[in-house]
C-alpha cells in the first residue's frame, strides 16, 4: 500500500526499465503515477497501486517529480514539448539514453519551460532496481538533487556526479568502454586458451584475479595521469610493447584473430615514436585522448 506521508512521483515511460523504477517507487511506498503511449503496460503496475494517467499533462501535475524514461531524446521533446504542457515548476529527471550534448541541450530547454532538470543514466539492468547494486547516477544542480534525494533513494545507489548536465552520460559510455574492454580482453584469452582444450569456466577463475589485480592499479595510474606525469615504476611503455607483439604472434599462430591486441600495440607504437617508450603504461592516456585520423 501506498504511504501518502511519502513524496508522489510520476514514472513516464513503461518499457522494462520504467517498469522497474515504478515498481521500485511502489515497493517503496511512494504514491505513483505512471503514464505510457501504449496504456496496458501499466496494468500490473495498477494493479499493485500506481495510478494510470490518462494524459502525459495529467501525469505531471500529479505531483513535483516526474522521472522520464523514453526511447530517446526526441521523445522526450515529443511528449512534453506542445504548448499545453505546462512544465512549470516541475522537477524532470531524465533517464533517457543519450550524449552528454543532448543532455546539455534538454536542460536548456527544459530551463526555457520553467523546469529544473536533472540527467540520469541507470548502471543496472532492470531486475537490480531497487536494490543496492543499482547505481543511478545523475548530474545536474545539486539542490534539485538533494530535494528528491529521499525519493530517488528507493531506486538503488544514487549519485550526484556535479553541476554540468553531461556528467551522467559521460560516466555512462566510460562505464561501458570499460565492461567491454574487460569482456573483450576475457575473450581473447579465452579463444586462445581454447586452442589447448582449455574452457571458459576454467579460465575465469584465473581470468577473474587477474583483472582484480589490475583494479588495485589504478588509483595509482590516476594519480599519474593527473600530474601528467608517468615514471616507470613498473615497466616501461617500450616493455609492454614487446610483449604485446608476443600476444600477437601467439593468437596468429593458433588462428586466433589478433585485431585487438594489433590495435593496442599500435597505439603503443605511436606513443613510443612520440619519445615516451621509457614511461608506464598510462602515458597512453595521449594517445586516447586524441581523435582518430585514420
Not at 503514464?35 to 495510478?51: E, F, H, Q
Not at 527544459?110 to 539492468?125: E, K, P, Q, T, V
Not at 531497487?130 to 525519493?151: C, D, K, N, R, Y
Amino acid at each position: 500500500m501506498n504511504n501518502t506521508s511519502l513524496a508522489p512521483v510520476t514514472v513516464i515511460g513503461l518499457g522494462l526499465m520504467g517498469r522497474a523504477l515504478a515498481g521500485a517507487f511502489l515497493k517503496a511506498g511512494h504514491p505513483t503515477t505512471v503514464w505510457n503511449r501504449t496504456s496496458s503496460k501499466a496494468d500490473r503496475l495498477v494493479a499493485a497501486g500506481a495510478r494510470s494517467a490518462p494524459t502525459v499533462g495529467d501525469a505531471l501535475a500529479a505531483g513535483p517529480l516526474t522521472i522520464l524514461c523514453l526511447t530517446d531524446y526526441d521523445a522526450v521533446y515529443e511528449l512534453l514539448g506542445p504548448d499545453e504542457i505546462d512544465l512549470t515548476g516541475t522537477t524532470l529527471i531524465n533517464l533517457t539514453s543519450g550524449s552528454s550534448g543532448q543532455a546539455r541541450e534538454a536542460a536548456e530547454w527544459a530551463a526555457g519551460r520553467g523546469a529544473h532538470y536533472l540527467d540520469g543514466a541507470i548502471m543496472a539492468i532492470p531486475s537490480g532496481i531497487g536494490t543496492a547494486e543499482a547505481v543511478i547516477l545523475h548530474s545536474g544542480p545539486q539542490q534539485a538533487f538533494e530535494a528528491h534525494e529521499p525519493t530517488l533513494a528507493a531506486l538503488g545507489t544514487v549519485t550526484h556526479l556535479g553541476a554540468d548536465h553531461g556528467l551522467a552520460s559521460l560516466y555512462d559510455v566510460a562505464g561501458l568502454a570499460m565492461m567491454w574492454s574487460v569482456l573483450n580482453a576475457w575473450l581473447q584469452g579465452t579463444a586462445l586458451l581454447r586452442t589447448a582444450g582449455v574452457d571458459a569456466a576454467t579460465y575465469a577463475p584465473f581470468a577473474r584475479q587477474i583483472a582484480a589485480g589490475v583494479a588495485d592499479w589504478l588509483p595509482g595510474y590516476a594519480e599519474q595521469i593527473d600530474k601528467g606525469a608517468f615514471p616507470a615504476e613498473v615497466s616501461a611503455l617500450e616493455t609492454d610493447a614487446r610483449a604485446m607483439e608476443h600476444l600477437i604472434e601467439e593468437s596468429e599462430a593458433v588462428g586466433v584473430n589478433a585485431e585487438l591486441p594489433r590495435l593496442i600495440k599500435a597505439m603503443a607504437e605511436r606513443a613510443i615514436a612520440a619519445g615516451h617508450g621509457g614511461e608506464q603504461y598510462p602515458v597512453l592516456i595521449e594517445e586516447f585522448g586524441k581523435p582518430h585520423t585514420g
